[in-house]
């Protein structure tokens, strides 16, 4: 009996390149409705940008590929339409029904347009799948846009504006709430702007944008709406959460048994506040991908939830978050006592750049519960840190005596990050 | 009633920094045998190689800024011939006496050349105080030699190396034991080999040097037999540990009341195998130093141990390392099983290179036991990962589960530490 899966992109050819570990007969069938599948779409800005060269570098693995390798059947181009629980059935657009014993949604999110009047006009662009970048391509060489307006300031829209300002553009982003890259984080934000700035492009916050109309853009990118695709869920009688995408078990299973849901449409549990989260990523997309895929095939595997940690490169300097601002801490519930320090990332003498390591604690409970990291150099490798000792709930005091690599090529003997624990515990 | 520092690089210049945040009012003497104090020892190399261009890019604080910014009288050319503890006196070598209340050794750990014949020749060096390093500089420019040994594969050996090497020097490298760096593990000091030999410079491991005649080399550096100083110590009735180091508790506290002890000459606990140890770091020696810094103050503060965590640069490739390998966890009584995968640490459209992790955990626990890494880019942050997942006793299954930070112009979506995750979990 087949395990179906809906959405080949990451989370999708996760769970079957998964489920066909763990049971090298499952018959397994994946439905794609795009051309491709199996591609990179955290380097969709570096395909617009130039760096990435041609679209074939971002595809990991052909459906060709899978077939042969693999055993696992792709169809692309092939829209599911409904799923019908009780008979254990997928129709698809054309009509044509597929039984499944196993069924893993991985149909991932959209970027919501239809509030903004006039994006269906051809300079407008969503920048979402391989097809989007290509076409934004096209566009950059032929029409030569000399302006160009991004909507949304989450981590998309901040790279579609660094790779349009390297194609000569001069680029505002106009963003709805009063922070970018999603951190409710005045300081962060204003570090985000000035890097923006210093290269050129303009950051306005707070800006509700209904119309294109009277935007002084030849070019413009949506990348604000980010919404799951749950509708084929709900329709089917799949619980949604409270954030807007399915409800999960750590199995990744749906309210209904043995169907199994992962990548953005998919909620996740956060390790820091314990509630379900919605936050679309790569990673995320390929853990729930390969956990969902695991069990549907028969394993028993979890998924232990997020710390949100994500890095975004603004024009070579990396901005990094994981866990909670103090803002969103505060929201939370938690007495958050948060400090932020500047320091080398390497020894002066080695030509290291300054550094900045936000820190945020819970004054109670003395736990940390998120922080930032902004430098040219080292900033995943430091975020990455911060994130572990998230995981582990880790306190302050445990965190300043971390043994952490010091070399003079590498790093300094105090570490900022460390710097940053003792300037905390002073604080708490 | 003063406090007294005996030492003044990295351990004892914390020390006596870190009592003075605590007691304002405390009158604190530093005691350094040397020229300098509070310089970065581990910048030597550097300073041999040439990119470190003076001797002063390394010296941090001088004695006058001390004396003026933090009220702490230093005496340099100042060696301690006896500790008497029972009438709370040290005496220099000069015969001067001096009372102290409270006492922190820093008396580091020297390279012990006395078993070596020759090693007294102008052409042998050590590399570890700034005159050291300014000698060498000196032969280098002035005699021009061509073919250079060094004794000894630890890191400072293997920088010494380097630095020789930049200098267009034909270097061997004389290692007494079977492996690199001090690590229990082939398959790293096999990478350590390729990656000298591949610039030039030769590692002959289980080769004794007991004398230098015969040597092919008209330059000696002798990176080997590093022992904690602690004659001054012992004769003052201060207990030494097994491993040769001066024997302390969490707060850096000896077996005398009053009398503390901290970097190179004090013994830690190692987090993984809970037993002390002496590993010479600048890292352990700031944060020991510190802890006893606060606690002669009248603070209480602890230090928890160490990791064994490092980091060595040859010839722009990162060797890192954190717990234990695989050979040492089975030294230890553990049951481990190691993996070690070769991935990309960026995406190949990014132009990432290849990075090496190994992972050894325990079999019957399941917990992380050590790692290493190696790598051009992000082997100090991928280090510090594992680092700080061995601070907390973490098991497999969760550090697989870490949310770690995914860019293209960072990271791979599967981070190589969660591939290697993944195949450990297998293996268990």
Chains 1, 2 share one sequence.
């Not at 314990?274 to 394993?299: E, H, M, Y």
């Not at 909670?324 to 320090?341: T, W």
Request: charged share 25%; net charge neutral; aromatic share 6%.
């Amino acid at each position: 009996m087949p395990l179906v899966v809906v959405g080949g992109v990451a989370a999708g050819m996760s769970a079957a390149a998964r489920a066909r570990r763990i049971d090298p007969h499952l018959e397994i069938l994946v439905l794609e409705k795009g051309e491709h599948v199996s591609y990179g779409a955290c380097g969709l800005p570096y395909l617009v940008e130039g760096r990435v060269r041609e679209s074939e570098q971002l595809i990991v693995h052909t459906p060709e590929y899978f077939r042969r390798e693999r055993n696992i059947s792709i169809r692309t181009g092939a829209r599911v339409a409904a799923v019908w629980h009780a008979r254990r059935e997928v129709q698809l657009a054309s009509g044509e029904r597929i039984r499944y014993d196993r069924l893993v949604l991985a149909t991932g999110a959209s970027c919501d347009t239809c509030g903004i009047a006039g994006a269906d006009q051809p300079h407008v662009f969503t920048m979402h799948t391989l097809e989007d970048a290509e076409r934004m391509r096209t566009f950059l060489s032929q029409r030569r846009p000399r302006r160009a307006a991004v909507i949304g300031a989450g981590y998309i829209g901040v790279e579609a504006a660094d790779a349009l300002r390297r194609h000569g553009l001069r680029v505002t982003i106009l963003e709805r709430s009063e922070h970018a890259l999603g951190r409710a984080d005045a300081a962060f934000t204003d570090a985000v702007r000035r890097q923006l700035e210093t290269h050129g492009v303009e950051l306005r916050c707070g800006v509700r944008v209904d119309s294109l109309d009277g935007l002084d853009a030849d070019m413009v990118v949506i990348a604000a709406g980010f919404r799951p695709n749950v509708d084929l869920a709900a329709e089917a009688g799949i619980e949604i959460g409270r954030t807007g995408a399915i409800r999960t078990d750590e199995r990744m299973e749906t309210n209904l048994r043995g169907v199994y849901a992962a990548g953005d449409c998919a909620e996740v549990r956060h390790i820091v506040t314990g509630r379900a989260v919605s936050i679309p990523l790569g990673t995320t997309a390929n853990k729930t991908g390969r956990v969902a895929g695991a069990n549907a095939a028969g394993a028993r595997e979890r998924f232990t939830g997020v710390a949100g940690t994500m890095i975004v490169g603004i024009f070579g300097m990396g901005f990094a978050v994981s866990g909670l601002s103090e803002a969103q801490a505060r929201a939370e519930g938690f007495a958050p006592v948060a400090v932020r320090v500047e320091a080398k990332a390497r020894p002066s003498y080695f030509g290291g750049t300054r550094t900045t390591v936000e820190l945020v604690a819970d004054r109670n409970s003395r736990r940390l519960l998120g922080g930032a990291v902004i430098g040219e150099e080292g900033a995943a490798g430091r975020i990455n840190v911060i994130a572990s000792a998230l995981h582990v709930q880790m306190h302050v005091e445990d965190f300043e005596q971390l043994d952490l690599a010091y070399s003079p090529p590498f790093a300094t003997a105090w570490d900022p990050l460390l710097i940053a624990a003792q300037q905390l515990r002073k604080e708490l």
